[in-house]
């Protein structure tokens, strides 16, 4: 169901055009695609996209060095987190405590596989997080591994989600720039 600025919602199949001209490209029980105005974009549940013009923006995130570490205040579907920003971890990885604490059916939801570590080989779970924020800057269907153990201690903000943003380092900060 598609509702366009607080109007009554709207039942849509995929293909179909509602209100305001939004084009249902694909869903799932999660997330669906949507085209505005020409443009492809996905939102997740219970979020709002606006067909109004708007300026273009930028938002940043703005992580202090820590002992030649970035550890960084987030959240991961809503629920509070702390990120170590991690170029090396290819994906946003985090152990099966983590995961449950944020409700994460990962053994369920999940598909498995094995991934070599610094410990050695463990499985882990592929999921999609609906939205994942630091800062100003907050990213939806973002691609993140559960490892079913203990590590890593802290939850790893990898490229799945950096390789969306821009990056600078400079005197300490690392800031993070989404750019619209």
């Known amino acids: 169901m598609i ?23 694909s869903a799932t029980s999660r997330i669906a695609t949507v ?33 030649a570490h970035y550890p960084a205040m987030g959240s991961i579907n809503g629920l509070p987190v702390r990120f170590l920003v991690d170029t090396g971890a290819t994906i946003i990885a985090m152990n099966r405590q983590h995961a449950k604490r944020l409700g994460i059916q990962f053994r369920l939801e999940g598909t498995p596989g094995k991934v070599a570590t610094a410990s050695g080989v463990a499985t882990y779970y592929s999921v999609t997080l609906d939205r994942v924020k630091v800062g ?33 380092e400079k005197d300490g900060v690392l800031q993070l720039i989404q750019r619209f």
């Open 3 to 25: 509702s366009v600025n607080g109007q009554p919602g709207q039942l849509m199949r995929v293909g179909d055009t509602g209100p305001n001209g939004i084009k249902l490209l």
């Open 136 to 168: 100003e800057i907050e990213l939806t269907g973002v691609e993140a591994g559960v490892l079913d153990g203990d590590s890593p201690d802290m939850i790893l903000l990898g490229m799945s989600f950096l390789k969306r943003l821009e990056m600078v």
């Open 35 to 67: 085209e505005v105005a020409g443009e492809s974009m996905e939102i997740g549940l219970s979020q709002t996209v606006s067909t109004r013009f708007a300026q273009p923006q930028t938002r940043y995130a703005n992580i202090a060095r820590v002992n």
